[in-house]
């Protein structure tokens, strides 16, 4: 990788950062609380998100990363050797040990964060701009209408020979940018339910966007992070649905979760069916689009019911 795109790529995910936190402590400073958790978050955020994300991707990749550099494995530094998602678990763990420092409340300040959490990952997706293939999703043809920015991205080779790929980046990073906007608006609520909201509409179609992507880890034909981002979906739903104390039996309390199973099968079958099977890429597409929508609603509706039993 070039070193001048790397450290791009670092120095708008460090501004990211920054401002992350500093919209998180403006949050906890309108709300009266401590505006000096936002500081320490900074701090241990930042290294439990760099070292998570390290971590988690050489236990992804136990085989490769390990099996080829041993120890070693846990000092590349490449760009393309960090897990998004393992990160992001570490600058929620960061947030929430921040909280207990000061004595505050760190489901209440999930949820303040959450919305600063989605910004960061949009800056992370935004980055991927500066790493060469990472983000990139497939080749487009020489005659496509869509070979400009910020629809796809351009390889220059010399010689006059170019080729354009799909940005998956761009698209990732405007979702990640539309959960940001939506929830900042919101008042934490203090119960952790705005922070399981985003990490699901986070989760949700990142499910989608991971198979457009030509680069990922994957186990085989699997995608890794379309598989940890699947039983995330299950583990918020469940949660949703069991705290959903009115409903009485399995299926009246549950029938959300079947949902989100049958979707993440259907999602599946359509990984099976990409270039697979005789049926339109496109309607492949349109019918896993369709799905991560109905999970989503899904969620939405499981989280109603559970506010409306409080």
Known sequence: MNGISVSTYGLVLIVTVLVAHLAYALRLQAAGKKSVSAVISLVLSSILGFVFAKVGFVLMEFDKEFGTYGFEAFLRMRADAFSVFFGGFGVLLGVALSARLV???P??????FAPCGALILCGVRIGEYFLESIGHGALLPDDSPFTFFPLSVMKDYGYDYVE????????????????CAVFLLKNP???????????YCLAAPQI???????????????RVEQVLCGVLLLLLIERSCRLCRRQTGFFAR?????????????????EFALDKFA???TLVRIIMIAVVIL???LEFLAMARRKADT
């Open 103 to 105: 004595r505050l409340s």
């Open 107 to 112: 489901a209440w300040a999930l949820d303040a």
């Open 164 to 179: 354009y790929y799909w940005a998956v980046f761009v698209l990732e990073a405007l979702l990640a940018f539309i959960v």
């Open 189 to 199: 609520d203090g119960t952790g339910t705005t922070c399981e909201i985003v990490m």
């Open 208 to 222: 989608f966007s991971e198979s457009l992507r030509a680069r990922c880890m994957k186990w085989g034909f699997v």
């Open 254 to 270: 549950f029938w959300p979760v079947l949902g989100v199973i049958l979707g993440i099968g259907i999602i599946v079958w359509c």
């Open 279 to 281: 049926i339109s890429n």
């Open 295 to 297: 999970m989503m609603l």
